[in-house]
């Protein structure tokens, strides 16, 4: 059975999403940043490639729960930016998350039994009881 | 953004005007900040790319930060629950009735529903413009009558002698009343009422035509996502199958 790049894609973006909301709470938990510096952090810390412009309905996401406080603030190099940084109520959310995150991460890294070795030990077990 | 040259001006402008259409539903104020940030970052972004030409470094820039419709992808939802809901009630008001008729039966039979629907309104418009062709033609021979009254009285006498043209007794009586030029004119003006009639109908069919694809697309909209589901539905299907006969393979 054929699996699609398309649906691999979706998988992926599916993935992806709530994920990077936590990685930018990650950022935003020490420093402030803008969004196009944040999204130099991200980029310059691991090789994912990302469309830039989709920091910013996380950003807006964020902001409209009160997670994060945003501020203008002139620059001397360009028109102003945009600086965020994550509240405390954002800060409480992101330690919780990221405690349910290494759960699932231990799940997802856990090296399995191979099947084989797996039917072995129930058969051992059987023998037992 | 003052230090851009006019061609980057120019494309950035453009894509921002492409978001912007892209956020008709947030509040106005919401909207200007939004793509203020993003200008904001687009300026950024355009002067730590390096490259001789201007517009390869914007297109770089632009095509690094993604397609309008993913920019703004999260925020439509939240932003049409806000703002959205007042200014388009009729119509939502419409599509929920739309999906409560259609809605619940789902799969083929609610597609064949929809169809039968749909067809019956199809039909209802050819029917519309049908009438609409008979009255125009009404008005037509009305008009034409009229001028062989006035013009051609010979031409008149000889068809109503040989029944081409009949009235019954009380309009005859009262036709006959009038003189020649009255009934001419007469009959000009009911042309020129059935050809009102005609032109009205024209115009209201407008509307008709404008509501009826409304509905087909909506229509076409909901049989595409029937078809998706039954695609997926079929998929999963060929899953199982595989799983049950591995399982099989593996007990044996």
């Not at chain 1, 999403?17 to 950022?27: F, S, T």
């Not at chain 2, 509040?27 to 904001?40: C, G, H, K, T, V």
Request: glycine residues 8%; positive net charge.
């Amino acid at each position: 059975m054929q699996y699609s790049d398309e649906d691999k894609d979706r998988r992926i973006t599916q993935l992806r999403k709530g994920i990077l909301e936590l990685a930018v709470m990650g950022v935003l938990y020490h420093d402030r940043h803008y969004g196009y510096s944040l999204i130099r952090v991200l980029s310059e810390s691991s090789s994912i490639s990302l469309k830039e412009g989709t920091i910013y309905p996380i950003l807006a996401r964020l902001d409209r729960d009160g997670l994060v406080r945003a501020e203008w603030v002139e620059s001397d190099q360009g028109p102003p930016r945009k600086y965020y940084g994550l509240t405390s109520a954002g800060r409480q959310l992101f330690d919780e998350l990221s405690q349910e995150f290494e759960l699932l991460i231990s799940l997802v890294q856990r090296k399995w039994k191979a099947p084989e070795e797996s039917a072995h030990r129930k058969r051992l077990f059987v023998q037992k009881g | 953004m003052n230090n851009y040259p006019d061609v980057v001006t120019k494309i950035a402008n453009d894509y921002l005007a492409r978001v912007k259409s892209q956020l008709r539903l947030v509040p106005a104020q919401e909207q200007e900040e939004f793509l203020r940030e993003i200008e904001s970052h687009i300026f950024e972004a355009y002067q730590n790319t390096p490259g001789e030409d201007d517009v390869a470094r914007i297109l770089a820039v632009l095509r690094k930060f993604g397609e309008p419709a993913e920019v703004v992808a999260d925020r439509l939802p939240a932003a049409m629950v806000r703002s959205g809901a007042k200014r388009y009630l009729p119509l939502h008001l419409l599509s929920g009735i739309l999906i409560g008729l259609f809605g619940i039966p789902l799969g083929f039979g609610g597609v064949a529903v929809l169809a039968g629907v749909l067809l019956t309104l199809a039909a209802i418009v050819a029917v519309f413009y049908a009438t609409m062709g008979v009255v125009f033609l009404t008005g037509a021979l009305f008009l034409v009558m009229g001028l062989i009254r006035i013009y051609e009285p010979g031409v008149w006498d000889k068809l109503v002698t040989n029944g081409f043209i009949h009235f019954d007794r009380p309009v005859a009586d009262f036709l006959d009343q009038l003189p020649p030029g009255g009934q001419g004119l007469l009959l000009i003006v009911i042309a020129a009422v059935f050809v009102a009639c005609g032109l009205g109908m024209l115009w209201l069919g407008r509307y008709l035509v404008r509501g009826m694809r409304f509905l087909f697309n909506l229509a076409f909209d909901r049989v595409g996502k029937v078809a998706r589901t039954v695609r997926t539905k079929v998929r999963e299907g060929k899953q199982e199958l595989g799983r049950t006969s591995e399982a099989l393979f593996v007990k044996q």
